[in-house]
């Protein structure tokens, strides 16, 4: 063959090689878990991903989400890590409150400052301000919810019905709190043990964010556990604790209906509240939900927990991986198929306060009850988020070995509060 045609030749077969790989689809992989982020039923977990895939795929046809199926939550912090030290972690993934930090200060999760600044499609104000608040790390925002769930309190109305006391109203404090602990605590059977509670779950925690009260400098750079609202709140705890004369309260228990309160994820009570789930597990008594009681210094409030995504610092694809993550998390009907498929509550405001979202809310519990749309979203917006530093976990883990303690061991709270406060500031400031 003369040199000139294997010169066109040469030519034709590299024009259509570069056509080939210009052409070629962006693959985007998507880190998720089967189940529910909220540890609730739920059937077909991956039908919102798919729908969402779906539709995305089709509004851009240049680019295919695949993700690896089957994986359950309680395996997936561990695979997403082992992605990560094998340097091929999804473009975009689920991030677990206990990564969150460590992602961060690793430099694995892409901050989404710059992207978010310069896409004028997309507007945080839409978004709850505290559930955006919890992607973010000392300022920056390094993940963006996808649905979220604030913490309410479980009522017993039948117990209450049975002890002759009315349900509490939104704006209950702890002392009314303490008196209808006091009143349905007792042994109803004369065996001499008490066999009715008042409360399980409402930890010290709780009782210090209820109270108005900070635990840490916003950087992590210094504890405030031994602050007079925290020494109060410790107090509480174990004002309540006392009630039970050392009796164990667990789980089971408030769920035979021997015990008046427990807190809950909001999401337990979409889950759990209209049939067929209501049979399975709470059907022996009537029940409800309210704001937790406020302190002597705070509010009705609670935690947030929201279900965070984020991008890999390391994506190939950085434009359609932030394309992806908006198209979750703020797409109208993205954000709809929450209400739809899954027990948390969207994180567009306009999208809970909906026509729609008011048929879902009726749906799970149509008499007159605390939930409504506009509470519900006034509960998320008065939620506690708390503090991201990289020692955080490590923190809070301590203060719970060590309150744990001074309840069973009924030490001073004040000198124990300020013993903790040293051993965590010393831990907070060890490099």
């Known amino acids: 063959m003369p040199v000139g045609s294997l010169c066109i030749l040469f030519l034709i077969l590299a024009a259509f090689k570069g ?54 939550k309680r395996n997936y912090s ?42 004028p499609e997309f507007d945080k104000s839409k978004m709850y301000v505290n559930a955006v608040k919890s992607g973010q790390f000392q300022g920056r925002q390094y993940a963006l919810p996808s649905e979220v769930s604030p913490v309410l309190m479980f009522v017993n109305k039948t117990l209450l019905n049975r002890e002759g006391i009315k349900m509490p109203n939104g704006n209950w404090t702890w002392d009314d ?85 427990r807190p809950f994820l909001f999401s337990t009570y979409k889950a759990y509240k209209p049939y067929p789930y209501r049979i399975k597990k709470y059907g022996q008594f009537e029940w409800e939900c309210i704001k937790l009681p406020k302190g002597p210094r705070g509010n009705n409030v609670s935690e947030l927990h929201s279900l965070l995504m984020g991008i890999s610092s390391r994506t190939k694809h950085p434009k359609e991986a932030w394309e992806f993550l908006k198209f979750l998390v703020y797409k109208e009907r993205t954000q709809t198929n929450v209400l739809k498929y899954s027990y948390g509550i969207p994180v567009l405001r306009y999208i809970t306060e909906s026509e729609f979202g008011e048929r879902v809310f009726s749906a799970v519990s149509p008499e007159e009850t605390f939930i409504n749309k506009s509470l519900l979203s006034e509960v998320i917006e008065q939620s506690i ?30 000198k124990a509060m300020e013993d903790l406060n040293k051993e965590i500031n010393a831990f907070l400031k060890n490099n």
Not at 231 to 239: Q, S, T
């Open 78 to 119: 561990e695979w997403v890590s082992q992605q990560i030290i094998r340097g091929g972690e999804p473009d975009v993934f689920c991030i677990l409150p206990n990564d969150f930090n460590t992602f961060v200060s690793i430099g694995i999760l892409k901050d989404l400052d710059e992207m978010i600044g310069r896409d």
């Open 19 to 72: 056509y080939q790989f210009v052409n070629r689809p962006v693959v985007l992989e998507l880190g998720i878990f089967a189940g529910s982020y909220w540890d609730v039923p739920i059937q077909n977990s991956d039908t919102f991903y798919d729908e969402a895939i779906a539709e995305f795929e089709k509004q851009h046809p240049g680019v295919k989400v695949k993700y690896s199926s089957g994986i359950l």
């Open 177 to 261: 709190f303490y008196r209808i602990c006091e009143k349905v605590t007792k042994d109803t059977d004369g065996d001499g043990q008490i066999d009715q509670f008042g409360t399980f779950g409402f930890e010290w925690k709780d009782a210090v964010y209820t109270n108005g009260q900070k635990l840490f400098k916003a950087d992590g750079s210094a504890a405030y556990f031994d602050s007079p609202g925290v020494v109060e709140a410790l107090e509480f705890i174990m004002k309540l604790n006392q009630l039970n004369r050392n009796a164990r309260v667990t789980a089971s228990d408030f769920d035979a209906g021997r015990v008046a309160f």
């Open 385 to 414: 988020v708390t503090p991201k530093f990289q020692k955080y976990e490590a923190a809070i883990a301590m203060a719970d070995k060590e309150i744990f303690q001074a309840v069973s061991m009924e030490k001073d709270p004040k």
